[in-house]
Nanobody, 120 residues
C-alpha cells in the first residue's frame, strides 16, 4: 500500500506565497512522477504541475511563472512553491503520485487534499 500526504495549505492574501509539501510512503518500488492538481466545488479536478523521475517539469498555463514544483530533500517528496497568488488559485490542492509498489504495477495514488485560500 502507498500513502500520500499533503501539507502546507492555508490562508494568504493575494500576491502572497505558500509552499505545499507532499510525501509518499509505503511499499514503494519506484516513483515515476509526482504532481499537483486542484479542485473547486462543482468543478473537475484540474492539473497544476508535475515533476517526473527524470526531473522534467510540466505546468498548467495559468500557473507558469508563478508556481515551481521540485523534489523535496527526502525521498519520494515533492514541494510546490506558489508565488504571486491570486484569488482564483483558491482550491483544494491534491498530490498525485504515480508509483510502482512492491505488489502492484504502476498506478496513481492520491492524497487527501489541502485547502489553499487566497483573499483579495
Amino acid at each position: 500500500q502507498v500513502h500520500v500526504v499533503e501539507s502546507g495549505g492555508g490562508l494568504v492574501q493575494a500576491g502572497g506565497s505558500l509552499r505545499l509539501s507532499c510525501a509518499a510512503s509505503g511499499f514503494i518500488f519506484s516513483v515515476a512522477a509526482m504532481g499537483w492538481y486542484r479542485q473547486t466545488p462543482g468543478n473537475p479536478r484540474e492539473f497544476v504541475a508535475q515533476i517526473t523521475h527524470g526531473e522534467v517539469t510540466h505546468y498548467a498555463d495559468d500557473v507558469k511563472g508563478r508556481f515551481t514544483v521540485a523534489r523535496g530533500d527526502a525521498e519520494n517528496t515533492v514541494n510546490l512553491l506558489m508565488t504571486n497568488l491570486k484569488p482564483e488559485d483558491t482550491a483544494v490542492y491534491y498530490c498525485k503520485t504515480t508509483a510502482i509498489s512492491t505488489t502492484t504495477s504502476a498506478r496513481d495514488y492520491w492524497g487527501q487534499g489541502t485547502q489553499v485560500t487566497v483573499s483579495p
